[in-house]
């Protein structure tokens, strides 16, 4: 079952200081086919981030940028590049613009298509490690139950990294707070499968302080209140069930991090639910700011 025509999808809010990492690693360290394309949405971008992307797109036609001079959402951005996907390409990856993807694991992703009942597959999300201190083991446990509870039969579609037929693509709501979410959800619906890459790795830039920890984990919760409110789908990780079975696995020298934790987690899940209680969904992000800095 060839899917020979593949595109790669970025959004990207003032990314200034990571998009070029990105496009270059993308380009050179991915093995993209001459026939590919990849797309990146510049979405009211107030500083360089377009004219990087339109740089790269001189040494490289493969890139095509989209500018958008108001900034609407992510929402917004993914379907646009949903819309060309679908015209477009069998696959579609789609990659943070902040996300490093280690040399190869497109590839890895794309392998996995060997059926017609596989939707999706996505990377594990390794935490690129900028201090060390309380949030750097907050961010690392936090992924490291997301992968246990993906190696448990119950995959949690990441949006790091992952590739999804274009066929189970259909357009995100563009009040929706959190899309990966949202297209777990629809490609469940088509009874196509998800599966999990941990082979397949993706250095993602994470918070590295408290308020942002809480800033980021409050808009995750407040995205899936408001997808199981209006569809009934709740995603694996949102389970204190699974995520307890995630726990109970982990080796002796990764508990230190539990207790401040879950400390934080509940702190962002009881401001999120004060939040959703009020109609209040930022699907338009703030952004976090620590995510942002040069490297």
Same mark, same amino acid.
């Given at each position: 079952m060839p899917l020979?025509?593949?595109?790669?999808?970025?959004?990207?809010?003032?990314?200034?200081?990571?998009?070029?990492?990105l496009l270059q690693n993308l380009i050179s360290e991915q093995n993209m086919p001459k026939e590919s394309k990849i797309?990146?949405?510049?979405?009211?971008?107030?500083?360089?981030?377009?004219?990087?992307?339109?740089?790269?797109?001189?040494?490289?036609?493969?890139?095509?940028?989209?500018?958008e001079n108001v900034r609407r959402g992510k929402s917004n951005a993914l379907n646009k590049i949903f819309e060309a996907a679908r015209a477009e390409a069998d696959i579609l990856i789609l990659v943070n613009a902040d996300?490093?993807?280690?040399?190869?694991?497109v590839s890895r992703l794309v392998s996995k298509f060997t059926t017609s009942d596989?939707? !999706?597959? &996505?990377?594990?999300?390794v935490p690129m490690k900028i201090s060390d201190g309380l949030c750097y083991g907050v961010v690392c446990l936090i992924w490291r139950l997301h992968h246990i509870i993906s190696t448990l039969d119950l995959p949690k579609l990441s949006g790091e990294l992952c590739a999804v037929r274009t066929a189970c693509l259909q357009e995100i709501p563009e009040n929706a707070a959190t899309d990966e979410p949202y297209i777990e959800s629809t490609i469940r619906k088509r009874h196509k499968n998800i599966l999990y890459a941990p082979e397949a790795l993706v250095h993602i830039r994470c918070p590295t302080d408290v308020a942002d920890i809480i800033k980021q984990r409050k808009r995750i919760w407040i995205g899936?209140?408001?997808?199981?409110?209006?569809?009934?789908?709740?995603?694996?990780? !949102?389970? &204190?069930?699974?995520?307890?079975r995630a726990v109970s696995a982990l080796k002796r020298g990764e508990t230190i991090y539990v207790l401040p934790g879950g400390f934080l987690e509940i702190v962002a899940y009881l401001e999120a639910r004060i939040l959703f209680s009020k109609g209040n969904v930022p699907f338009v992000w703030e952004p976090i700011r620590s995510t942002k800095t040069a490297m």
């Open positions: 020979n025509r593949l595109m790669i999808g970025v959004c990207a809010y003032n990314e200034e200081n990571n998009i070029a990492r797309l990146v949405v510049c979405s009211g971008c107030t500083e360089k981030t377009p004219q990087i992307v339109a740089s790269f797109q001189k040494k490289d036609s493969r890139i095509r940028p989209l500018i996300a490093l993807p280690e040399k190869g694991s596989v939707g !999706a597959v &996505f990377a594990q999300p899936h209140m408001q997808l199981q409110n209006t569809t009934g789908y709740k995603v694996s990780t !949102a389970s &204190f069930k699974n995520m307890l």
